[in-house]
């Protein structure tokens, strides 16, 4: 007992020690971090003193610290607003299905273009598919907005009435709305997740896929058996990731295709904050709105981490 005694004030010694051992032998690797943790600091804990404004009736001119106190007042006219639960329901419906769709295609596309053999053909199609991704949204709007027009003489019109169709104008027609969001979603974003799972693809040992043509196996048997497995830990963590956002993306997409004639079908939280917050200058139910969202996509993420653990992949909090 005595020799415990003795250890324990000198392991709570050690670790300054080994601190500052660290800090000499390592300080031009935590002077390089330096500016990331200082961009942290300031740009992501920083603002969070700002959530004291959906417990409060803000004032502008008497600020956060001074403008008193409501509680959970804010909250309650949240949840009391019809606007609210019609963009809690869009955002859900359009995330899901931009799970369903986009998602899956993202995983379809890497394993076709990984069996493509002729490397010129890959790399053009790896470049066409990248491509969108550095497009702005204000640029992709712009052009959604011109192919959908709706005069009879449009791109996609003329295309629809080939087909025997009648032109009209897809981006004020509610019941269209939702699934022209997905798919330009998916055109436009397809590629950054494509190439991560191609560079997980690139790992898989050759010899194990000679083998496995040696035992009989066809392309099926070898997407279910060498190459799913393979990418499976990407899949969960990209999964997780776009879990963590399923509440507060679609921002850029949404303001530049929506209008208030699809706001049934196309307004979600995050153009609702905006209209809520700038446009109406209501900063307290606007912060109140956005510490629910984010929140609630916190309690996701926990719970797609556990679920990715029973399924033995390495999620992201290991």
Same mark, same amino acid.
């Given at each position: 007992m005595a020799e415990i005694q003795v250890r324990a004030p000198r392991a709570a010694?050690?670790?300054p020690e080994l601190v500052l051992t660290a800090l000499r032998r390592y300080w031009f690797v935590y002077l390089l971090m330096l500016p990331g943790l =200082? +961009? !942290? =600091? %300031?740009?992501? /804990? &920083?603002p969070m003193y700002g959530l004291l404004v959906a417990f409060k009736d803000f004032n !502008? !001119?008497? &600020? !956060?610290a001074r403008s008193p106190w409501v509680g959970l007042a804010n909250f309650e006219v949240l949840f009391q607003s019809a606007p609210f639960y019609r963009a809690l329901r869009n955002t859900l419906i359009i995330n899901l299905y931009n799970l369903a769709f986009g998602f899956t295609f993202t995983v379809l596309l890497a394993l076709m273009l990984n069996e493509v053999r002729v490397? +010129? /053909?890959r790399r053009t199609v790896q470049t066409m598919v990248y491509l969108p991704h550095f497009v702005s949204w204000v640029v992709v709007g712009a052009l959604v907005s011109i192919i959908l027009y709706p005069e009879p003489d449009s791109p996609f019109n003329q295309l629809v009435s080939l087909f025997g169709g009648q032109p009209r104008h897809w981006l004020t027609a509610p019941q269209y709305f939702r699934g022209i969001v997905v798919v330009v979603n998916t055109i436009k974003e397809a590629g950054f997740a494509t190439i991560i799972y191609l560079a997980a693809l690139s790992s898989v040992n050759p010899d194990l896929v000679e083998s496995a043509h040696c035992d009989g196996a066809h392309r099926g048997h070898l997407m279910r058996h060498i190459y799913l497995p393979r990418i499976a830990p990407t899949i969960a963590v990209l999964f997780m990731l776009q879990l963590a956002g399923l509440f507060g993306s679609n921002f850029d997409l949404m303001y530049n295709l929506y209008n208030p004639a699809v706001y049934d079908t196309g307004d979600v939280l995050s153009t609702y904050l905006y209209r809520t917050g700038l446009l109406n200058s209501k900063f307290e139910q606007a912060t109140a709105l956005g510490l629910v969202f984010n929140l609630l996509g916190l309690v996701l993420v926990l719970t797609a981490n556990r679920w %990715?653990?029973?399924l033995n992949v390495m999620g992201i909090f290991e």
């Open positions: 010694r050690a670790l =200082a +961009w !942290i =600091a %300031v740009f992501q /804990y &920083g !502008i !001119i008497k &600020g !956060i490397s +010129w /053909y %990715v653990r029973r």
